[in-house]
């Protein structure tokens, strides 16, 4: 008989004060490790240090982002037994995950903000030395811990991303679909059920963005894309074309690229409005990106226009061999 043993997390757990009672919840939730290493930005350290206290042994700390820095970071990772503490945003997380998974040792995120799905997915995206993205797969976390305090103090555009981010998870199910129409692609039914739950309830917040309650939903639909993504064993259900457009920007035109989320929410309006022609699904993102905001920040930061959109196309159809709506332009 064949199956596949998949790694779920062993907890996930959101609340006020997280991060001030790290060392009872590992101890209640049965997550005994000889030794703790905390990995954080000093800038970050320097704010939560002192909540932080008692968390672990050792604090190491490092700039996140970039492939170059882990040789030196799992120089520093010499003990075998140990569980690392991923403190940050997605750099940070990001540089941990690939660090963790090359040494074999299991890690929790504690993310400082949720404006990606970094947080919980098997693909980490590190900065190589041509300065470009590259995205590595790597294996999940043991655990994820979400303080409400801390990412409600990160700028509001970060938690709009992520959110941005989550709910395009229904632009990748519609080209999933359609990928199984034109081409007789699998669907993995759990994986493809999980990515599109993640994102609905989500528009429950139409009016209360930065709330606890919204906090709550988007780290629980981060989470749940990232087990869609482990359960199909890549990322079809959570990464589309509205993906492939804001990757294409990343690679090639990194000077005009900005949050993946605000990226990824711009391509998936424009791919409703104009390419899928759902006038119901558009109208609909469209009321709910401009009452919570989201269609600002998109406006303020995102520096492409509908107009450069298509021009994009060709460079997005280079990134990655997926078969999405872009496909039949
Ligand atoms: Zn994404």
Known sequence: MYYNLMKMPAMVL????????????LKEYHLFFPKRVLITQE????????QLDGCADEVIFVKGGYFDEASDLMAKLTD???????????????????????????????PSAL????????????IGHNGKKRSLSVQPPLAVLVDFE?????????????MADVI???????????????TGERINELAFNLARQAALPLFEHSE???????????AGGIVTSGMSTIISGDTRGVSGAEHLISHAIDEYFPEKATLHGLQVGWAHLYIEKNIRHNEREAARLEAFF????????????????????????PYALKIRKRYTILNTL
């Open 14 to 25: 959101s609340g006020r004060g997280i991060i001030t009672r790290v060392d009872e919840i």
């Open 43 to 50: 800038e970050l350290y320097g704010w939560y240090g002192s």
């Open 80 to 110: 075998k037994d140990a569980l690392l503490l991923a403190f940050g945003g997605g750099s940070v997380l990001d540089l941990v995950k690939y660090c963790a998974s090359k040494r074999d040792l299991p890690y929790i995120n504690i």
């Open 115 to 126: 404006s990606n799905d970094a947080v919980y997915s098997c693909v980490a995206r590190l």
């Open 150 to 162: 801390v990412v409600s103090k990160s700028p509001r555009k970060m938690s709009l991303a992520g």
């Open 168 to 182: 395009s998870n229904l632009s990748a199910c519609e080209d999933w679909l359609l990928a199984k129409k034109d």
């Open 208 to 218: 209360d963005v930065g709330s606890d309650a919204f906090f709550a939903d988007l």
């Open 290 to 313: 401009e009452c919570t905001g989201l269609m600002n920040a998109i406006r303020e930061n995102v520096p492409w226009t509908d107009d450069d959109f298509l021009s994009l196309v």
